[in-house]
């Protein structure tokens, strides 16, 4: 379980959002909604244990994210970011063999995994090609195949969907719709409609600090999609 | 053919090679022409020349070429951005400085004492700039604006001692600031720091890769990159220090060889860390023969060599590539 406890999130010294509880189970396809600015980002970053922006207490399967040792923080947590410029030329392949870093494991079984997340993410006829040579699309693919690759407990992604047409949106959805069966996934992404389709649950992040989460069922009404929307920015 | 050629320039064995004809060449020419056969030739007259006088020359040339080009990778790699080179930390102008002070002051320090001091100063001027960029972490980000700033601050230094010391004084000073390998002695230290560097590193390579593809990404990948950075940052310091002890200042080889390496071996540090010792070690011996030989039995200084070989071929495979 994925647990943050009375969790104040920072972004520069300023505090942006406070007394935040929630709870990831396995089992459980989590969607994130809420205005720009709210905090959704620095959320994921701080539950993926990549910033110490925040107060109060983040842990996973009830080991703390202080002081975790981040090789074992990474077979946990996998964390998709929600831009990545690639700076060198490695090959979609290798790139994509980064996630296994974690694991510390043989090569042949590395091999073996990388080519199954290129399967998943159908990529695989992308895989000698250099990350600097693909479209904004076919990279976001990588990222996300990168993330599958490691195969971690929790997928935590941040606007996964970016990028993506249509048809591959879907796929993938149901890529993530299929893993969430075993593992935990968490994804912030504004499009309703999808969230809809594929999210167990739904964690509804509201100015002025407050939140709601539960079961997509419950907390997609029309009250609370209103409140999602016409509460713009916070009043003092 | 180009393909052909750079396929073979990415061969570990090619430089090597390559590495060996050069010290070969390097011990027969020069002031007087030592034939192959006479190299070997205890009873010869040359021997003398060529295992007292040229030997030591050239390990330090392998080892200062090594130290260099596999301290630019480092460096490259911690500050993620490509115009980066070890001397960027201000390690040069920190030794230089210090050097130049202990000169003017008119202690007559035997050559190895000078060495230690430029050692002492450089690595005065690394943990400055350490201090300077560390904020709970070591921020890359800090240390490229810092290390500029410093380095203009050491080179008013020496423009001052400079303009106010006496001719004699000038031309043992110029040695550091030109780079020259003609004085210094092989330094027992500098193998020994280079092959733990390199074991060191090559240990990390999967997390030098990572790393590569900036912090965030490393970090979320499960690196410590705090660890890894502080690693990189305290052997470039080391390397850079002791190349500047040994050499003086000699540019570009930190610069341009891990450039030209990514180009022939890709990007995996794997490859890219031997490699880049491998090639900095030949590209600084050819230099320095070169400077050696050219106009003999004048010595140039070796920069105008390196910047000679290294412009051109950068260019070529730049173009290539």
């Not at chain 2, 396929?7 to 034939?35: E, Q, R, T």
Request: aromatic share 8%; with cysteine.
């Amino acid at each position: 379980m994925l647990l943050c406890k009375d969790l104040n999130l920072k972004q520069e010294q300023q505090t942006v959002f406070r007394g935040l509880n929630a709870a990831f189970k396995a089992g459980e396809f989590w969607g994130v909604v809420g205005q720009n600015g709210v905090g959704k980002s620095t959320l994921l970053a701080a539950m993926a244990g990549v910033s110490q922006n925040f107060t109060g207490e983040i842990t996973v399967d009830g080991q703390s994210l202080i002081g975790i040792n981040p090789l074992q923080r990474a077979q946990k947590l996998s964390f998709l970011l929600q831009d990545q410029e690639p700076c060198l030329a490695f090959s979609v392949k290798d790139a994509v063999g980064m996630g296994r870093f974690p694991w510390q494991s043989k090569k042949q079984s590395d091999a073996i995994i990388t080519q199954e997340a290129l399967a998943t993410c159908r990529i695989e006829h992308l895989q000698n090609r250099s990350i600097l040579k693909l479209s904004g699309g076919e990279r976001r693919k990588v990222e996300i195949a990168t993330c599958l690759a490691q195969q971690s407990d929790y997928l935590l992604l941040d606007e996964p969907l970016n990028h993506l047409d249509l048809v591959y949106r879907e796929h993938i959805l149901q890529v993530f719709t299929a893993i969430s069966q075993q593992q935990c996934v968490v994804m912030v992404c504004h499009d309703l409609e999808a969230i809809r389709n594929h999210c167990t649950h739904v964690l509804m992040l509201l100015a002025n600090d407050c939140y709601l989460a539960g079961t997509s069922a419950t907390i997609l009404n029309k009250d609370n999609l209103k409140r999602l929307f016409n509460d713009h920015g916070k009043s003092d | 053919m180009r393909d052909g050629l750079v396929k073979l320039l990415s061969h570990w064995w090619f430089w090597s090679l390559l590495l060996l004809l050069l010290v070969l060449l390097a011990m027969s020419v020069g002031s007087v022409n030592v034939p192959f056969e006479l190299m070997f030739d205890r009873e010869s007259a040359y021997f003398e020349i060529v295992w007292q006088l040229r030997l030591p020359r050239i390990i330090n040339a392998i080892m200062v070429g090594g130290c260099l080009a596999l301290a630019g990778l480092l460096i490259q790699n911690l500050v993620k951005n490509p115009l980066a080179d070890p001397y960027l930390l201000g390690v040069s102008g920190g030794a230089a400085t210090v050097q130049l002070m202990v000169i003017i002051t008119g202690l007559s320090l035997s050559q190895n004492s000078l060495f230690a001091v430029g050692f002492l100063g450089s690595m005065m001027a690394t943990l400055l700039l350490l201090k300077l960029s560390y904020q709970g972490r070591v921020r890359p980000d800090k240390i490229t604006l810092n290390g500029v700033v410093l380095a203009f601050g050491f080179a008013a230094v020496i423009s001052f001692v400079l303009s106010t010391a006496t001719g004699l004084q000038i031309k043992s000073m110029m040695f550091w600031l030109m780079g020259d390998m003609s004085f210094a002695q092989p330094n027992v230290l500098m193998p020994v720091l280079l092959l733990v560097s390199l074991l060191l590193l090559l240990k990390h390579h999967r997390a030098l890769d990572l790393m590569a593809r900036g912090d965030l990404f490393a970090q979320k990948s499960g690196v410590n990159t705090q660890r890894i950075n502080l690693m990189i940052f305290v052997i470039t310091a080391l390397l850079t220090s002791m190349a500047v002890a040994q050499a003086g200042t000699i540019g570009f080889v930190g610069l341009i060889i891990p450039h030209l390496v990514r180009m022939i071996a890709g990007y995996h540090h794997r490859q890219l860390i031997p490699m880049c010792v491998l090639v900095g070690a030949c590209f600084l011996l050819a230099a320095d023969t070169m400077a050696r030989t050219a106009m003999s039995p004048i010595q140039l200084p070796v920069g105008v060599f390196t910047a000679m070989i290294g412009v051109p071929v950068f260019l070529w495979l730049n173009r290539k590539v």
